[in-house]
């Protein structure tokens, strides 16, 4: 079972920058996708940004041009550097890898609160 850890939340206010960090526990084998999902109180969990195996990204339209997802795969880590913070930005983080082609391959961190406030 891979486990992933999330680290980088806080607390940051309006127009600021957050880097967000998630280990997975073991080597990551085959076609996967390392993703940064949110989820805002009262509201769904929504896709933030997604990256495959092979390092092509994909992102959320609130945060195109200010969050960037990238990923390290000799140490198993993804990040996502948050620019321009907003307040509508706030949430807790969850860290996600998935194997399109295996569903039961499907980890979820324990999420990483972000706060965006004056």
């Known amino acids: 079972q891979v486990q992933l850890v999330e680290s980088g939340g806080g607390l940051v206010q309006p127009g600021g920058s957050l880097s967000l960090s998630c280990a997975a526990s073991?080597?990551?084998?085959?076609?996967?996708?390392m993703a940064w999902h949110r989820q805002a109180p009262g509201k769904q969990r929504e896709l933030v940004a997604a990256?495959?195996?092979?390092?092509?990204?994909n992102y959320a339209e609130p945060v195109k041009g200010r969050f960037t997802i990238s990923r390290d795969n000799g140490k198993n880590t993804v990040y996502l550097q948050m620019n321009s913070l907003e307040p509508e930005d706030t949430a807790v983080y969850y860290c996600?890898?998935?194997?399109?082609?295996?569903?039961?391959?499907?980890?979820w961190g324990q999420g990483t609160q972000v706060t965006v406030s004056s």
């Open positions: 996600n890898v998935r194997m399109p082609s295996i569903p039961k391959y499907d980890y």
């Open positions: 073991e080597t990551l084998f085959g076609s996967n996708i």
């Open positions: 990256i495959s195996s092979g390092g092509t990204t």
